[in-house]
């Protein structure tokens, strides 16, 4: 407990006398850090509540999170980042792009007020199947709801034929998101609302009235895939990645963005993005990406920030930590 005090006494002093700062504006100047977030809510909401805490964000937390960036970084947007790696304008010094998940719509009700207030803008990657699905709650959030009940989830497997007993891991979870996410949604939804032990009264997902008549002079729209499987385990990828690309297009004809659903990528996957008509590429790989070296954007890594103890002290984000965080990731090229 005394190294742990001790560690974080001499985290706070290095940011308080600006030498986290300095080390940052000196070794990420030519690098861009792409934040990840996926959900930001009342801490007294029952939306918060239910929510899963490690992709959450409170509305306090969340706007002192953008005080950070605005004070460390320069902010810009996908059409900036596309120029820059393809021979356009070069981008300010400790470039930075924020970016949500999945498209939640507390995204515009929460998160979209803190960013407009601090004139920042966020690049949103949709799952394009929530714009069709008519129940209130994600097929997504029922998931997980059940895999995190292990009667349900035996439940649920033997209604895949999958195996149960298994126990629960990254590959488990997508191999089953795989199965679930290849049933017409339809049979999906009424698979998921059966075992699934709460049910939403509002809607989760941004509708596509939402997504078109929202403030584009704030935010970008790009693809998280359609039906938000993991590409790894979709029988047609190219397919999925051309749906969720057409059905953007005329909600975002600038600049053509996506990132991989749940973060599962490979390198015919890579290649398939371009096929499908994607300028950008965004992974969850946690790395900052080198301008140094040119490249067309094919693979940009991405940090997610959570709101725990990485990232607070005593209940509050901490700027310290945050510098910890951030300041020292890997640098990739593209």
């Not at 032990?197 to 009235?209: C, G, K, N, S, Y």
Request: glycine residues 6%.
């Amino acid at each position: 407990m005394a190294l742990e005090t001790l560690k974080s006494a001499l985290k706070s002093l290095a940011y308080a006398t600006g030498v986290f700062g300095y080390w940052h504006r000196r070794r990420n100047a030519e690098a861009l850090t792409v934040f990840m977030f996926h959900r930001v809510l009342p801490k007294d909401s029952e939306a918060y509540a239910q929510a899963e805490k490690e992709f959450t964000f409170s509305v306090e937390g969340f706007g002192l999170c953008l005080d950070f960036i605005a004070r460390h970084y320069h902010v810009v947007t996908a059409v900036q980042v596309h120029a820059a790696l393809n021979g356009g304008a070069s981008l300010p010094t400790c470039p930075a792009l924020i970016s949500f998940d999945d498209g939640w719509r507390d995204t515009l009700a929460h998160a979209y007020p803190q960013l407009h207030a601090r004139q920042l803008p966020a690049l949103v990657f949709v799952a394009t199947e929530i714009m069709e699905s008519p129940r209130p709650i994600w097929w997504q959030d029922m998931l997980v709801r059940i895999l995190e009940q292990p009667e349900r989830a035996a439940a649920l497997m033997r209604e895949l034929a999958l195996p149960e007993g298994r126990a629960r891991s990254r590959a488990t979870d997508h191999e089953v998101a795989g199965k679930v996410a290849a049933l017409p949604l339809s049979q999906r939804l009424d698979l998921l609302t059966a075992l699934a032990p709460q049910h939403p009264a509002e809607r989760q997902m941004l509708t596509e009235v939402e997504l078109a008549t929202a403030d584009r002079r704030c935010l970008e729209f790009g693809a998280h895939g359609h039906t938000h499987a993991p590409l790894t385990t979709v029988a047609e990828p190219l397919a999925e990645l051309r749906r969720s690309h057409d059905l953007l297009a005329a909600l975002q004809p600038a600049v053509a963005t996506m990132s991989f659903p749940h973060g599962a990528y490979t390198q015919a996957l890579l290649d398939l993005t371009e096929r499908a008509g994607f300028d950008l590429a965004f992974t969850s790989d946690a790395t900052l990406l080198d301008l140094r070296t040119p490249g067309k954007g094919r693979r940009i890594g991405r940090i997610h920030v959570p709101e725990n103890e990485w990232t607070t002290q005593h209940g509050r984000i901490s700027f310290a930590r945050l510098a910890t965080f951030l300041f020292f990731r890997p640098q990739a090229s593209s």
